[in-house]
């Protein structure tokens, strides 16, 4: 890959390794998830269905959830991306003369470039103010046209709930159907995440009458629609944040965050980046895996994440997203892989086409494999 996203990659990654510790990697339901869920595998196979179905019905959801929010008299904002949210909400602002924010850091706050907008229109960040705060809900609930949060602190929650004007940011495919659906995720959430059984402060916020002025909602692609639009690729859009994958992945293990630059890190991120920033900038996080299969193991959403590597890998092969060396050995290998004829060749013969064509890729602590005298095929038919 020849893309300068992925020589930084690569270099930022020899120096996570220096740095790393041994890989430690623990699979063992504990008793806390034994105590919470009399049957985790049948739970996990219940949220997974009941968050895909509404994945699929996200269109139906979103119009049920907006026309609730609505009744209230408040508004939702659809924007696409950063630069239409960026353009909708520093409106807001201005028309109501804020000229100060406490913004409550999360991931999807951090992905949209939020603290990057509003320094840029110089806007103060006030971590105690309760005048105007930006909040990320984790789900609208389309029966009810309500969100449900979450905080880490009853301070939080006072300051979030009390606020005169709240601004709530909310990734488009967090509508879920109905409030009974929350219990459950949330705890598959908590599980995973912190290894306790519920979360400590949530609560159903709903806008209340004569509040309608003071409420702005943004529900925002930023993406998600490229991963909706392929029906293999949707399954990562029912991802609830819990890290569970990356506590058991031997690439993170070594790596970390820093070499992925973004936001999104770990096995889900190798499937989602090159869809929700670019295929060039983000393709080569697609490789960036050994099929070990530990993360779609564990995961609680029962997303196929090393499939969903595969088609991605797939997809940048036919779409020619691919270079042309590495598509070119790719079709050497293809060839020789798909012909027993070939495959059942004496070893030096393998080794010399390997050494011939892969090599110049390998570095000198990954020696090309030696190959078995007598091919698996041949010694089973003897
Ligand atoms: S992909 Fe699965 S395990 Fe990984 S963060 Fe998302 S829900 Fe959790």
């Known amino acids: 890959m020849n893309t300068a996203e992925y020589k930084f990659f690569i270099a930022d990654c020899k120096k996570s390794i220096e740095n790393a510790k041994d890989i430690n990697i623990e699979f063992d339901i504990d008793d806390i998830t034994l105590k919470t869920f009399q049957n985790y595998a049948y739970a996990r196979k219940i949220a997974a269905n009941l968050r895909q179905k509404n994945i699929n019905h996200i269109d139906e959801l979103l119009i049920s959830f907006e026309k609730k929010f609505n009744e209230n008299g408040a508004k939702v904002n659809w924007a696409l991306d950063y630069d239409s949210l960026s353009e909708d909400i520093i409106k807001i602002l201005i028309e109501k003369k804020i000229k100060e924010v406490n913004l409550f850091e999360s991931r999807f706050i951090e992905e949209l470039g939020l603290l990057k907008i509003l320094k840029n229109e110089e806007i103060q960040i006030n971590l ?49 159907k109905n409030i009974e659906d929350v219990e459950l995720l949330s705890k598959l959430y908590s599980i995973n995440k912190n290894r306790e059984e519920y979360l400590p402060l949530t609560a159903f916020y709903s806008v209340k009458e004569n509040d309608e002025n003071n409420v702005e909602l943004f529900i925002i692609d930023n993406g998600r629609t490229n991963l ?50 670019t295929i060039d900038g983000y393709k080569h996080l697609s490789f960036n895996c050994i099929l070990c299969g530990n993360c779609a193991k564990v995961c609680p959403m029962n997303i196929p994440i090393t499939d969903l590597v595969i088609a991605n890998r797939n997809m940048f092969y036919e779409n020619k997203n691919i270079d042309l060396p590495d598509r070119y050995r790719i079709n050497i290998l293809k ?44 010694s089973k038919n003897k």
Not at 335 to 364: D, Q
């Open 335 to 378: 060839k020789n892989l798909i012909s027993r004829k070939k495959l059942n060749r004496a070893a030096w013969r393998k080794e010399f086409l390997m050494k011939l064509y892969v090599k110049r890729k390998i570095t000198v602590k990954r020696p090309i494999p030696k190959f078995a005298k007598i091919s698996f095929s041949k």
């Open 228 to 277: 909706l639009e392929s029906k293999e690729h949707r399954k990562a859009l029912t991802c609830i944040n819990c890290d569970a994958c990356k506590k058991v992945c031997p690439i993170y293990s070594l790596i970390g965050d820093m070499p992925y630059n973004n936001v999104f890190t770990g096995p889900i991120a190798n499937v989602v980046l090159p869809f929700l920033e």
């Open 128 to 176: 105690q103010s309760n005048n105007c705060v930006i909040f990320e809900p984790n789900y609208a609930i389309s029966q009810t046209g309500s969100l449900y949060l979450v905080f880490n602190s009853a301070i939080e929650m006072e300051q979030v709930l009390s606020a005169k004007m709240k601004i709530f940011v909310l990734p488009v495919n967090n509508v879920l």
